[in-house]
């Protein structure tokens, strides 16, 4: 367990929905970062936040939009849903901005019909 | 922007033998090389890191090797045992910078019983 909670851990919906996935980072860890994974796709880096303030910006489409809370936890918000959408979504955190070890969540796996 | 180049994709060993996956990366700055091995229906998991001033570092079974130089780095698994079949990621990033993590594009490793 990495400490890293990811909510839901499954997610059906249909096109032109808009959904929002939650990550609670690893308690200490200031900076979140939301990754997609396409099927037989890498990692790709969406966004990043730190200490609430968006600090790194990816191929983030403009329908998708993230949050980080005074709490620390973060919220990817997507909208306007494509069927290209579908993937896993996954949240890592770690103390510092940048490198230093990151722990990832579980994963959200987003299913657009 | 680093880029993160993984070879082989694929990978397949007998029980028993090693497994190497390589990672180049373009941006000499780069100064934090992490691997994550990923398993099924997981998310990934940080299995072993580098640090820019450190030419290798060994965990029991698994290594890796940093050349800064090149501009490479290196997974070195020995003794591969079934439970190391997954999708290894290779990762590079700046620490303590705004940057995010750099992920080469994974190597599917199955170990042969």
């Known amino acids: 367990d990495s400490g890293v909670t990811q909510t839901p851990k499954h997610l059906i919906t249909a096109t032109g929905q808009r959904v929002t996935l939650r990550c609670s980072p690893r308690?200490?860890?200031?900076?979140v970062y939301w990754y997609q994974q396409s099927l037989d796709q890498g990692l790709q880096f969406l966004i990043q936040?730190?200490?609430?303030?968006?600090?790194a910006k990816g191929n983030i489409l403009e329908r998708f939009s993230a949050q980080q809370f005074p709490d620390l936890h973060s919220e990817l918000n997507l909208s306007s849903l494509e069927l290209g959408d579908s993937a896993l979504y996954f949240c890592?955190?770690?103390?510092?901005?940048?490198?230093?070890?990151?722990?990832f969540g579980q994963g959200t796996r987003l299913t657009v019909v | 922007g680093e880029n993160v180049e993984q070879h082989p994709s694929t990978l397949s060993v007998q029980e028993g033998d090693s497994a190497v996956i390589k990672c180049t990366y373009s941006?000499?700055?780069?100064?934090?090389f992490p691997w994550y091995k990923q398993e099924l229906g997981k998310g990934p998991q940080l299995i072993i890191d580098?640090?820019?001033?450190?030419g290798e570092k060994k965990d029991q079974r698994i290594a890796v090797t940093l050349n800064k130089t090149a501009k490479h780095f290196s997974l070195h698994i020995t003794e591969t045992q079934p439970e190391d079949s997954a999708v290894y990621f290779c990762?590079?990033?700046?620490?303590?910078?705004?940057?995010?993590?750099?992920f080469g594009t994974g190597t599917s490793l199955t170990v042969i019983p």
């Open positions: 936040y730190y200490n609430g303030e968006e600090r």
């Open positions: 890592a955190s770690s103390v510092v901005v940048g490198g230093t070890e990151a722990f």
């Open positions: 580098i640090r820019s001033n450190v």
């Open positions: 941006d000499s700055a780069s100064n934090y």
């Open positions: 308690s200490g860890d200031l900076s």
């Open positions: 990762a590079a990033a700046l620490m303590n910078t705004g940057n995010q993590f750099y």
